[in-house]
């Protein structure tokens, strides 16, 4: 099942591959090269939830997701923004661009220093990403297709598909699926349903994240006060992603109606 939705979703993964090339590139043009709130050199650090509350716009909730990560930030320092990453991974619904900026905009605060922000949350996203290729690893081919077995609309051909997509392009999929939502988590299944050689995709995942996770927490560091405008932005290129997603879904399952309708009329006929 999820080798199949690999498949379907390939076209989906590489439109976003590159538009996703596009979005660092536009958020690095829109750094600016002073924190707007005072940095540590200006005295003690503050927690990380009392600064957002102080630099919110008084229409802009800073509580939720951005709250629950600012206190694993001020209970583990820069360690608790790499377990809020490695759950994202595990959990696609928490959103790297509203924590990996919040982490860069603790580290202009003078919660933690920038260089530890950045190894942290890479430090997370590896971990997160191994998770699932375990996962992966335990499920297995065998498995995978007597799953794909049971469920409507997909076939074993669909598995044998994949697996030669993924034969030509797994080392692209996995180092630019860091840097694509949805793909961020989904990815690493695959990888280790086909046994990806573990040091290959360790190192593609790591040099993934690490320039993802750079980015934004660099954007996060130096519009200080404003990081939740990389948030904002980045949020649209999320919503794209899904939009994208959606769509080959939908293709994929109208199709496959078809091609069955279109089966069972000519065993009528």
């Known amino acids: 099942m999820i080798l199949t939705a690999s498949h379907t979703l390939g076209a989906a993964y590489e439109s976003a591959a590159a538009a996703a090339s596009a979005t660092v590139s536009s958020a690095t043009a829109g750094t600016v090269s002073s924190p707007t709130v005072s940095s540590a050199a ?11 509350y102080a630099a919110a ?25 790499g377990v809020a990453i490695a759950l994202e991974n595990l959990f696609p619904p928490l959103p790297s661009e509203v924590i990996l900026p919040l982490a860069g905009f603790a580290a202009s605060q003078g919660k933690f220093s920038l ?40 076939k074993t051909a669909d598995i044998e598909k994949t697996e030669a997509w ?13 840097m694509i939502p949805i793909f961020r988590s989904m990815i690493s299944i695959p990888a ?27 954007l996060g560091y130096g519009l200080g006060s404003r990081w939740h405008e990389v948030t904002d932005a980045v949020g649209l290129y999320s919503k794209g992603v899904l939009g994208v997603v959606a769509l080959a879904v939908i293709a994929f399952v109208v199709v496959r109606i078809r091609k069955a309708g279109r089966g069972a009329h000519r065993a009528r006929g």
């Open 42 to 52: 200006s005295g003690p650090a503050r927690s990380v939830r009392s600064a957002i």
């Open 57 to 81: 716009p008084a229409d802009t909730p800073a509580g939720g997701i951005a709250g629950w990560a600012a206190d694993l930030m001020d209970s583990l320092g820069a360690i608790g923004a």
């Open 115 to 154: 260089l530890a922000a950045l190894l942290w949350t890479t430090v997370g996203s590896v971990v997160g990403a191994l998770a699932l290729y375990w996962v992966g690893a335990l499920l297995g081919r065998d498995r995978t297709v007597a799953i794909a077995a049971r469920l409507p609309l997909v």
């Open 166 to 178: 993924f034969e030509r392009h797994g080392t692209k999929a996995v180092f630019f699926g860091r």
């Open 192 to 218: 280790g349903i086909e046994r990806m050689p573990l040091p290959l995709f360790l190192g593609l995942t790591t040099l993934g994240s690490l320039l993802w996770n750079s980015v934004f927490v660099l």
